[in-house]
T-cell receptor, first 117, second 115 residues
């Protein structure tokens, strides 16, 4: 079963506008969430994370929002830049609530973001 | 060393051959993970090491797969009697795992093609 889902395979936005990438999860044990960016022929690059005790975390142009009741998180990129064009993965972990704290990540399928100049 | 490195970057092998991949984590990171990624999917967890101890293995890791992390430094992932279904990108990640620092940092991956 797909415990982490990114239902939009792709997203296209204009430079300078906001990009909103969405992610849904089903496992209530997940308590730590991360977003990664991936360029072709490279490994995923960590962007931003949030623990379940928070509902928002900001880092520069990137903000992650967590809605625990809806089991939904989103990544906002403002303003979007052409260099942001990549595949974005949402990932989740049962870091503290899973009985062990191994921190293995469960990933969504990814969303391809294209930012047009 | 500023990141996770993996070697080789590409491996083409014939079905039935054995292959071994190496991962060098960020030096102070005691946690090391292996993931596998196929086309159009996100990475899937394979196995986890804390220092030299292998603490968790996914059911994806069949008997043909074995991983080691001697002395808690670099790690190797071996696939015996490769099958075409093993073709994928194999990713290694490491993390510090203390305080609030649980982010995993990934290497560039090893792309395996089994012909």
């Amino acid at each position: 079963d797909q415990q982490v889902k990114q239902n939009s395979p792709s997203l296209s936005v204009q430079e300078g506008r906001i990009s909103i990438l969405n992610c849904d999860y089903t496992n209530s044990m997940f308590d730590y969430f991360l977003w990664y960016k991936k360029y072709p022929a490279e490994g995923p690059t960590f962007l931003i994370s949030i623990s379940s005790i928070k509902d928002k975390n900001e880092d520069g142009r990137f903000t992650v929002f967590l809605n625990k009741s809806a089991k939904h998180l989103s990544l906002h990129i403002v303003p979007s830049q052409p260099g942001d064009s990549a595949v974005y993965f949402c990932a989740a972990s049962a870091l503290w609530s899973g009985g062990t704290s191994y921190g293995k990540l469960t990933f969504g399928q990814g969303t391809i973001l294209t930012v047009h100049p | 060393d500023t990141g996770v490195s993996q070697n080789p970057r590409h491996k083409i092998t014939k079905r039935g051959q054995n292959v071994t991949f190496r991962c060098d984590p960020i030096s102070e990171h005691n946690r090391l993970y292996w993931y596998r990624q196929t086309l159009g999917q996100g990475p899937e967890f394979l196995t986890y090491f804390q220092n030299e101890a292998q603490l968790e293995k996914s059911r994806l890791l069949s008997d043909r797969f074995s991983a080691e992390r001697p002395k808690g430094s670099f790690s190797t992932l071996e696939i015996q009697r490769t099958e075409q279904g093993d073709s994928a990108m194999y990713l290694c990640a490491s993390s510090l795992g203390v305080g609030s620092i649980y982010e995993q940092y990934f290497g560039p991956g090893t792309r395996l093609t089994v012909t």
